[in-house]
């Protein structure tokens, strides 16, 4: 009984040591783990309240004033990935709308909000890059053809040569349509 005892020390002190020594070898650094990634740095454009305001008055009868008005956000959820010097990292940047608003006979008569929403099911946009990436600038009124009114405006990543100028038209009765997006190389 004694030796049978013993035997089942040596089994029990072996079996330990053998499992703590497996124990302390995968203590050891393994090549599989995954060294987790920095978190790229934030770069957050300062916010904008100025507000760009054009005003058309067309000459005859009816007379009519057209005012755009383009305002930022100041939202930072206009994100894209950027290149710095120290590497890359992502740049919160705006998005724009412009409010049209048309008097007629001096009384107001229409409004109309434009954002960069009005052309999420353009092919020519989402060939750019995802809305989401992309903000709106320079609106302004082209010109009027009864019933509508005309505008010009580019869609692009902001703080680059990345954009589309786009036409869009004003209906009164239907409200706002794209009526053409040219690609850069068009549009220069």
């Known amino acids: 009984m004694k030796s049978l005892l013993q035997v089942a020390c040596f089994l029990v002190v072996t079996g330990c040591s053998s499992s703590s020594e497996s124990i302390q070898n995968s203590a050891r650094p393994a090549d599989a783990v995954p060294i987790a990634k920095a978190p ?9 309240n100025a507000l760009q305001r054009t005003r058309t008055v067309l000459p005859g009868l009816p007379r009519y004033e057209i005012v755009v008005t383009t305002k930022c956000l100041n939202d930072s959820s206009v994100i894209n990935r950027t290149l710095l010097d120290e590497g890359p990292a992502l740049d919160f940047s705006h998005n ?14 229409q409004k109309a909000t434009l954002t960069k929403a009005l052309f999420q099911n353009n092919p020519q946009v989402r060939s750019i890059d995802s809305l989401a990436a992309l903000s709106l600038s320079r609106t302004a009124f082209v010109r ?6 005309y505008f010009s405006t580019r869609i692009g990543v902001p703080d680059s040569d990345v954009f589309a100028e786009a036409e869009v038209s004003f209906v009164p009765s239907t409200g706002l349509r794209v009526v053409s997006v040219r690609g850069q190389e068009e549009a220069e």
């Open 40 to 48: 790229l740095p934030h770069l957050y454009w300062p916010l904008d």
């Open 96 to 109: 724009y709308e412009s409010e049209i608003s048309i008097t007629r006979q001096g009384y107001a008569w």
């Open 144 to 149: 009027y053809k009864a019933p509508a009114f």
